[in-house]
């Protein structure tokens, strides 16, 4: 975001960085040497939700290395989802919650990780046995800045966002294609982070789990469509010490394209843009401070 923007407050970036897609969009098509994409990142964004962490822990000299190529970038932080064998597949035992923090412990020492999400599928519905296992995670990782993300409308109701705040925990706002029981749209801060996730309105491949899983989030938000959304991070933003807004329609860099969009617009200033991506996105002209930035390393190896 721009210098000039209350560094405490919002915090916009995508989710992940790793994605073939990106490369000739995101990134440059013949890359500098010492090219690491997230320090790229971290020259436009102040924040990525590293999504490595609900496939598998990374190794802790990853984690370092990923909190060595950010700090150029002194408003940074990361967020983290929590590892899938808590959420979904819910068969995570003491060796799992070890590994888990052991992966987690380089970026919290180092007071980058600013959220771990818990993020549930839409099967996750607001019954007491679930209720009572979202407690014990809970409980379980009481040391983060936790944040629950649900997807089924059944969570949205005032005694659990009472629950929410009376445990200290974020609600995630989400953005996603609503169909039958499908949350909608909310603004909720339930602790003193906020957190909002942009999904994408992919109604047609939403649940498609056929050979391209990847085109449910292609889906590029109009500026008309992401102005409601502007207002909510605002409000959100009056209500929390911090808040994390995260592009998840990563298709193509469309998740780069409207997080750009989206900061620019809450920080009311142009923000920076790679000039790969201006290529592809030539409106983003409109929102770019002066001149589109290139990637060079330079002596300190640090992107600029």
Known sequence: MNQNAP????????????????????????????FHAAEYLAQFFDTIEINTTFYHPPAPKMA????????????FKFTAKLWQR?????????????????????????GRLGALLLQFPWSFKNEKVNREYLGELVV???????????????????EIFQLLENL?????????????RSLGATDRATAPVGYVRLHGRNYKQWFSSG????????????????EPWVEKIQGIAARTDATYVIT??????K?????????????????????TLLEHYPELENISEMEAVTAQTGESGLLF
């Open 140 to 158: 379980l990782f009481m040391e983060y800045p936790l944040v629950v993300e649900v997807r089924h409308s059944s969570w949205n109701q005032p």
């Open 64 to 75: 370092r290395d990923w909190v060595r190529r950010i700090a150029h970038n002194r408003n």
């Open 248 to 253: 998840n329609n990563h298709f193509r860099g």
């Open 168 to 180: 200290g925990v974020g609600f995630c706002n989400i953005d996603q294609p609503v169909i039958g």
């Open 86 to 110: 808590f959420t979904h597949e819910r068969s995570a035992d003491r060796k799992d919650e070890k590994v888990f923090k052991e992966c987690l412990a380089p970026i919290m020492e180092a």
């Open 255 to 275: 998740a780069v394209a409207n997080g750009l969009q989206l900061a620019s617009k809450v920080s009311h200033a142009p923000v920076r843009v790679p000039e």
């Open 211 to 226: 050979d391209h899983p990847e085109e449910r989030y292609n889906y590029y938000y109009s500026l008309a469509e992401l």
């Open 7 to 34: 560094a405490h407050k919002v915090r916009i970036g995508p989710a992940g960085w790793s994605y073939p897609d990106w490369e000739g969009v995101v990134y440059p098509a013949h890359k500098p040497r010492g």
